[in-house]
Nanobody, 115 residues
Framework: QVQLVESGGGFVQAGGSLRLSCAVP????????MGWYRQAPGSQRELVAA???????NYADSVKGRFTISRDNAKNTVDLQMNSLKAEDTAVYYC?????????WGQGTQVTVSS
């Protein structure tokens, strides 16, 4: 079972920043899509931000202008820089990576923003 390794979650006050990181095993190649999703209690999992191998990005309207996704194709990593955090950003954040064979998920990392 291939799993992604996430790091960087935690507790922060509203207005603060956190940076999430996700590493994909080097054995997994040709990843055309990497993304971050989140799931709050009682809610469905939703897309936060995504980036293709060519660098095209997509953001949820609720995080535009505050969050930035980036990836390092050589290292097989994807990061999510989260600024100006709000209480409504509180959720478990999941990393996702896809190629023609795999659709991989991380175990999730908790982000808690206090108001």
């Amino acid at each position: 079972q291939v799993q992604l390794v996430e790091s960087g979650g935690g507790f922060v006050q509203a207005g603060g920043s956190l940076r999430l990181s996700c590493a994909v095993p080097r054995s997994i190649s040709s990843i055309y899509y990497m993304g971050w999703y989140r799931q709050a209690p009682g809610s469905q999992r939703e897309l936060v931000a995504a980036i293709t191998s060519g660098g095209s990005t997509n953001y949820a309207d609720s995080v535009k202008g505050r969050f930035t996704i980036s990836r390092d194709n050589a290292k097989n990593t994807v990061d999510l820089q989260m600024n100006s955090l709000k209480a409504e950003d509180t959720a478990v954040y999941y990393c996702n990576a896809r190629n023609s064979r795999w659709n991989l998920w991380g175990q999730g990392t908790q982000v808690t923003v206090s108001s």
